[in-house]
C-alpha cells in the first residue's frame, strides 16, 4: 500500500451505468457482489426512474428503453449494498417531474443517498456525505446530456446540468469537408460545478464527481469533458467518474486525480428486439448513424464495445487519491456483469483498449500494470505503472 498505513483511508468501488430489469432481479449484481463487498463505499449511476406516476415525454423513445420501472425494482440494489447513487442522466425527465420525485422517494426509503436529482435545483446540486473510518467522502452529480426540460429549477424535479455548446469545424475548404467537432462548457453551469465541489471540499476530506456526458459509443472524450474534469479537480475534487457513452473510454490522471472517462455498461438489461433512434426527432436509429462502413464487407457495429466494463476502485486518504485500481468486467446475455479474470483474452484485450484509449490525453494511462485480476492506474508516490 502506498499510502501512509496510519492514515485513515476509506476504499471506493464504482460501476458506471445501471438499468434494472432483470429477471429474476437479483442476478444484476450477483456475479459482481463479493467483489463490491470489499470495498467501504459503493456507487452507480442509474439509468431507470422508479414510479408509477408522470407523463411520457416522447422526444427519449423512453418507453422503448422501460426506463420507468416500479419502485420494487429498485430493491436490488439494496442487495448489494450499494451506499450512494447517481440519478442526473439523459433519462431523468424522461416521465416528467413526478417520476423524478417518486425515485428520489424510492431511494430514500431503501436508505440509500442519492446525487445529481432533487425536487428543485438546490437538491440537486447537494452533495451526498458519506463517512467511513473517520473520513468523509463528498459525492456530486450532474448530467450534460440533458434536454431542457430535464434539468431542475426553483420549483420543478430533474438533474443537476453541465451544459456544453457545440460548433463544427471543417478541416479544409472543399464543400463537404469532414467537420471537426468543437465543445464548449456553459460557462455559468460551470462554474455553478465549481463552486459545488470548493463547499464540499470545505466540509469533507474527499470530493468524488459524478458526469453523466460524452457521446454513445465513441472511445474518447471531447474538449469540453476535458475542461470540466480538470475545473473539478482543480477546485478540490480527487476523482472524475464519468458513463453514458456505454462503453468504457480512458482514464486520464490530473493533479493527482484520476478521470475515468466513461466506465462503461456495468449491469444493464435490454428488452430484445426494437430500435434506438436518434432523438429528439427520431429520424434516424442509433445504428445507422454510429455504426461504421468503412469498405465492402468491414464493418464495425456500434455496439460492438456495449458488454464491456468495469469496477473502479479508489482508495481515498485525506490527502486525495492515494490509489486507483479497475477490475474489467463483461455483461452476460442477460446483461448481468461478471468479472474477467487474468488470463482471460478478454482481459489483455481490456487492457490494451483502455490503454489505446488514452493515447492523446496529456495524463492518459497508457503503461497499465496488472495486479492480481485488476489493472493498477495510479499509486501515489510512484510513476503509473
Excluded at 420494487?72 to 450512494?84: C, I, L, M, N
Excluded at 468523509?136 to 424535479?157: K, T
Excluded at 480527487?238 to 486520464?252: F, K
Excluded at 478478454?346 to 495524463?363: C, H, I, K, T, V
Aim: with cysteine; hydrophobic share 40%.
Amino acid at each position: 500500500m502506498v499510502a501512509n498505513r496510519r492514515q485513515a483511508l476509506v476504499t471506493l468501488a464504482a460501476g458506471g451505468d445501471v438499468g434494472t430489469g432483470h429477471n429474476p432481479p437479483d442476478i444484476a449484481f450477483a456475479g459482481v457482489r463479493e467483489a463490491l463487498s470489499r470495498a467501504d463505499i459503493r456507487f452507480a449511476q442509474v439509468e431507470r426512474l422508479y414510479s408509477e406516476r408522470g407523463s411520457y415525454q416522447w422526444q427519449s423513445l423512453a418507453r422503448k428503453l422501460e426506463v420507468r420501472q416500479p419502485p420494487s425494482q429498485a430493491e436490488v440494489f439494496r442487495t448489494v449494498g450499494f451506499d450512494v447513487l447517481s440519478l442526473a442522466s439523459n433519462h431523468t425527465g424522461d416521465w416528467g417531474p413526478e417520476a423524478v420525485e417518486d425515485t428520489l422517494d424510492t431511494f430514500c426509503r431503501l436508505g440509500i443517498a442519492t446525487v445529481g436529482a432533487g425536487r428543485n435545483i438546490e437538491q440537486a446540486r447537494r452533495p451526498a456525505i458519506m463517512e467511513r473510518n473517520g473520513l468523509r467522502i463528498a459525492f456530486l452529480g450532474y448530467c450534460s446530456v440533458v434536454l431542457p426540460q430535464y434539468w431542475a429549477d426553483d420549483e420543478r424535479a430533474g438533474c443537476a446540468p453541465m451544459r456544453a455548446h457545440t460548433l463544427y469545424e471543417p478541416y479544409e475548404y472543399q464543400p463537404g469537408s469532414p467537420a471537426r467537432v468543437v465543445t464548449v462548457a456553459h460557462e455559468e453551469d460551470l462554474d455553478l460545478l465549481v463552486q459545488d465541489v470548493r463547499s464540499a471540499r470545505a466540509n469533507a476530506d474527499a470530493v468524488v464527481v459524478s458526469m453523466h456526458w460524452g457521446l454513445h459509443y465513441v472511445a474518447r472524450p471531447f474538449a469540453y469533458q476535458t475542461v470540466v474534469a480538470h475545473a473539478a479537480i482543480d477546485a478540490g475534487a480527487a476523482v472524475v467518474l464519468g458513463h453514458h457513452p456505454h462503453q468504457p473510454q480512458g482514464v486520464e490522471i490530473y493533479q493527482g486525480a484520476a478521470i475515468f472517462y466513461s466506465l462503461g455498461n456495468f449491469a444493464f438489461h435490454r428488452r430484445g428486439g426494437g430500435l434506438a433512434y436518434c432523438m429528439p426527432n427520431g429520424e434516424h436509429t442509433h445504428k445507422s448513424v454510429y455504426t461504421i462502413d468503412v469498405d465492402p464487407g468491414i464493418s464495425y457495429d456500434y455496439k460492438r464495445h456495449w458488454n464491456e466494463g468495469g469496477i473502479a476502485y479508489l482508495d481515498l486518504d485525506r490527502d486525495g487519491l492515494a490509489r486507483a485500481a479497475y477490475a474489467p468486467t463483461l455483461l452476460d446475455d442477460r446483461g448481468a456483469p461478471q468479472l474477467v479474470a487474468r488470463g482471460d483474452p478478454q482481459f489483455d484485450r481490456s487492457r490494451n483498449y483502455l490503454e489505446w484509449a488514452a493515447a492523446g490525453m496529456p495524463g492518459g494511462v497508457t503503461a497499465i500494470g496488472v495486479e492480481d485480476d485488476r489493472f493498477l492506474l495510479y499509486a501515489r508516490g510512484a510513476q503509473t505503472a
